[in-house]
Every structure is written in structure tokens, then in C-alpha cells.
């Protein structure tokens, strides 16, 4: 399952959210496009991303969850959600 974040960025975060948990509760593997986002807050990513991590775990992050078309900004901000 791809997921474009363009689809999602002016719309609140939890749709975002529960469209991925919804995946992953079905045992999908996804794959999170950045593609087009010039920028995006660290409380989005914090709301989606984080929360997701806090629900499951990391392996959820490192084993059904990739990352594409993401620049040096987010990827920054990512790394603090999954560290934090």
C-alpha cells in the first residue's frame, strides 16, 4: 500500500493516522511518500507517525513501514520521533 502524504497534509493528521494503523492492522506493508512536500510540521509527524510507534513499536516501523521521497528536513524530524 502506497500512501501519498500530499493526500493527507491539509486534512487532520489523525485521518492520516487511521488510514495507517487500518494497514497495518490488516498485516499490509506500507510504503509513505513524501513525494511534493516541500515542508510538513513535526507535530503532523508527531500525531501520525509517533503515534503509530507508540501503539505498536518500533519494529513496526522498521518492518512494515518504508519511507520514500523524503528530504533531509523530515528525515531529521523522523529520526526525533523515533528516537524520542
Do not use: A, H, Q, W
Not at 500512501?3 to 493528521?13: A, H, L, R, S
Not at 505498536?56 to 520521533?81: A, G, P
Amino acid at each position: 500500500m502506497i500512501i501519498e502524504i500530499k493526500d493527507f497534509i491539509n486534512k487532520d493528521p489523525d485521518i492520516l493516522y487511521k488510514e495507517i494503523k487500518s494497514d497495518l492492522d490488516k498485516g499490509m506493508k506500507i510504503i509513505v511518500d513524501f513525494k511534493f512536500i516541500p515542508n510538513i510540521t513535526y507535530d503532523f509527524l508527531n500525531s501520525t507517525i509517533g503515534k503509530i510507534i507508540k501503539e505498536y513499536n518500533f519494529d513496526i516501523i522498521k518492518n512494515k513501514i518504508n519511507f520514500i521521497n523524503v528530504d533531509i528536513e523530515i528525515r531529521e524530524m523522523l529520526f526525533k520521533i523515533v528516537n524520542d
